[in-house]
């Protein structure tokens, strides 16, 4: 069973459009940590944020926000005012603490074009 | 620190060659993972190692898959023989205790 969904396969906006990546998980686990990277063109995974479960504050990194809500399962991010350079696949992850250790079980990810 | 090492970047190899890839992961860092990146599957774990001992093999496609780690600073995959099925991109990854998850810039995999 997919642990981690990202319904959305593909999403192209206009640049300073702001764009919502939506990340829902499942997990029995009461402790475990969400992440989400960044592959660009060039083909690397670039990390970006990760997150705890019992922090629930949401979180800002100059045009990058996230938005995490245990009731809904979800751990959405939003680029503010996108721009050319973020044009990329977002990929959400999950590590549970109770499967091995630390491993990522990521999302099908969420290909961004940002078009000028 | 030069982060996660891989090796080769590219590696373009016949049906039935033996193929090995190669992982310098962080000093430090204790755990060390393989995954597999394909169109079809997207990105899946491989076999993850916790102080150069395998852990969770589950991941590995099939006995033609071999991964080891002989010491704290070094960890081969091998696939003997290799099939066109097997062109992805392979990753490294490297933790210490959860934290500073980073990745290498991957090995991609072309079998002809």
């Known amino acids: 069973a997919q642990k981690v969904t990202q319904a959305q396969t593909e999403i192209s906006v206009v640049e300073k459009e702001d764009v919502t990546l939506d990340c829902v998980y499942e997990?029995?686990?009461?402790?475990?940590?969400l992440f989400w990277y960044k592959q660009p063109p060039s083909g690397e995974l670039v990390f970006l944020i990760r997150r705890n479960s019992f922090d629930e504050q949401n979180e800002i990194s100059g045009r990058y926000s996230w938005n995490f809500q245990k009731s809904t399962s979800s751990f959405n991010f939003t680029i503010t005012a996108s721009q050319v350079v973020d044009s990329a696949v977002y990929f959400c992850?999950?590590?549970?603490?109770?499967?091995?250790?630390?491993?990522?079980?990521f999302g099908k990810g969420t290909s961004l074009l940002v078009t000028p | 620190d030069a982060g996660v090492i891989q090796s080769p970047r590219h590696e373009v190899t016949e049906m039935g060659q033996e193929v090995t890839l190669r992982c310098k992961p962080i000093?430090?860092?204790?755990?060390l993972f393989w995954y597999r990146q394909t169109m079809m599957r997207g990105l899946e774990l491989l076999i993850y190692?916790?102080?150069?001992?395998?852990?969770?093999d589950s991941g590995m496609p099939e006995d033609r898959f071999s991964a080891k780690m002989p010491n704290a600073s070094f960890s081969t995959l091998k696939i003997q023989p290799s099939e066109p099925r097997d062109s992805a991109v392979y990753f490294c990854?490297?933790?210490?205790?959860?934290?500073?998850?980073?990745f290498g810039s991957g090995t991609r995999l072309t079998v002809v």
């Open positions: 000093s430090g860092h204790n755990s």
């Open positions: 190692f916790n102080n150069n001992v395998p852990i969770d």
């Open positions: 990854a490297s933790i210490q205790g959860g934290l500073g998850y980073t």
């Open positions: 997990t029995r686990d009461t402790t475990y940590y």
């Open positions: 992850a999950l590590s549970e603490t109770s499967n091995s250790g630390y491993a990522l079980n």
